[in-house]
């Protein structure tokens, strides 16, 4: 007679979760390959006051950078990072990066469990912050991201 394997449980694992992203964000030195700008038009969701749909109009445009990066670090798994915004930067320059190593949860049935959580690089990144450096290390430059104030607290 076969023995039969009673069901194997798992413990669930408890995620720490922040309310403030500021605590995730690290700076990381990079030597920048390639820089490509993109420039984008936005579009604005007008509703009607009526029955009928709303419509779109055109917003206004915004930038992106994509840069092809060697970390100084060689744990550092980072390859590409992206920044919402404008730069100076151009390829072999020095930067340090600012980047949110951390995801959004939100849980389905309970509204009040909800933040931040701590997780591992991935290849490639959002920054948050551009730091152009000198050859001694000096920052010569500050690049702030559109979206800066959500992530690091001044």
Known sequence: MKKIEPPVVR???????????YKFVVS?????DDVVAKTYQTDVYIPSTRWEWGH???????????LKVKPDNADVVVNALIFE????????????????????????????????FRRGYKPTETAVELSLLSEDGKILRRDRA????????E
């Open 11 to 21: 413990k669930e694992r408890k995620v720490r979760l922040s309310k403030t992203p």
């Open 28 to 32: 990381e030195d990079f030597v920048i």
């Open 56 to 66: 779109n109009k055109k917003g206004g445009y915004t930038s992106k950078l994509f």
């Open 85 to 116: 915004g404008i730069s100076i930067v151009k390829a072999e320059d020095h930067i340090s990066a600012k980047i949110p190593r951390c995801d959004w949860f939100h849980h389905q049935t309970d509204s009040y469990r909800w933040g931040y």
């Open 146 to 153: 559109a979206n800066y104030k959500s992530f690091v607290k």
